[in-house]
């Protein structure tokens, strides 16, 4: 048979695989895209935008002089940012669904034992980007609004911008989200190899150090935010290193498995 023959058998042997991934990838993208649209749309009936812009703006009008409230310099700023903020709850309300989708197209090509590892960091990363978004929310906004607004001169009248207000939450929760994954990324570092559990203890005074000018960078000008950010991360530290050493010891692929065990087919 001749080279010309064969090209077109190669091309479709090849080619055949990456559209079905396409396929598969526009599919779970459509499904995650749906599940975000209908929490909008729940969202957008009840409670509605403007009741979660009233529930976000709490700890910063809860401070404010009695009768101030949020402004806005911008004509179509009342009607865009409370869509803002409807479409981000939405999002973290759909996040499960969202990673479970991105779950379901990885999984295939994974060992027994990488799946024994990837769902339960998928879950614990969740959860601890939301435990770190409600505590920036429950208690750092209210005593970093409180520390701020005790420093304000008596002649000046603080009525925040409501797009320069969102901007500020959305940084503040995407920090403290964040940073809340600091146990994640230590246990992916060990896991991998890339990091020894006795260097990452040896880091330990490193990090402490590390956190704190995180923090100084990262949040306003002002002590109470810093420590709330700063000494979570330092403890999440410590945690990480904890539950490292446990992923590490359970999962390890089976010996009698490394040597014969084929990467699945995707």
Known sequence: MSSDDK????????????????????DRLVRAAIAVGVCFAVLALWPGPSALYD???????????????????????????????TLLAAFLIALPVVLYQVWAFVA???????????????ISSTLLFFIG?????????????KFI?????????????????????????????????VPIVVIVLARMGIVSIEKLKAFRSYFIVLSFIIAAIITPPDVVSQLAL??????????GIWAAQIFIKHTQAPP?????????SA
């Open 256 to 264: 009698e498995a490394a040597s014969s065990e084929s990467k699945p």
């Open 133 to 145: 978004v409600a505590f920036c929310y429950f208690f750092v906004f209210g005593q970093v609004f």
């Open 230 to 239: 700063a000494i979570p991360m330092c403890i999440l530290y410590e945690v």
């Open 55 to 85: 529930l976000l703006a709490a700890p910063m009008v809860a401070q404010l002089p009695q009768g101030t409230t949020l402004i806005a310099t911008n004509v179509i700023s009342p009607f865009v940012v409370p869509l803002k903020i």
């Open 108 to 122: 295939p090509g994974l060992y027994t034992h990488e799946k024994k590892l990837v769902m339960p960091l998928v």
């Open 149 to 181: 607004q005790s420093f304000a001169p008596k002649s000046i009248t603080a009525a925040p911008d409501i797009e320069a207000y969102l901007s500020f939450v959305l940084t503040m929760f995407l920090a403290f989200g964040v940073s809340f994954e």
């Open 7 to 26: 090209s077109p058998d190669e091309l479709a042997g090849t080619e055949q695989p990456f559209v079905t991934h396409l396929v598969e990838l526009r």
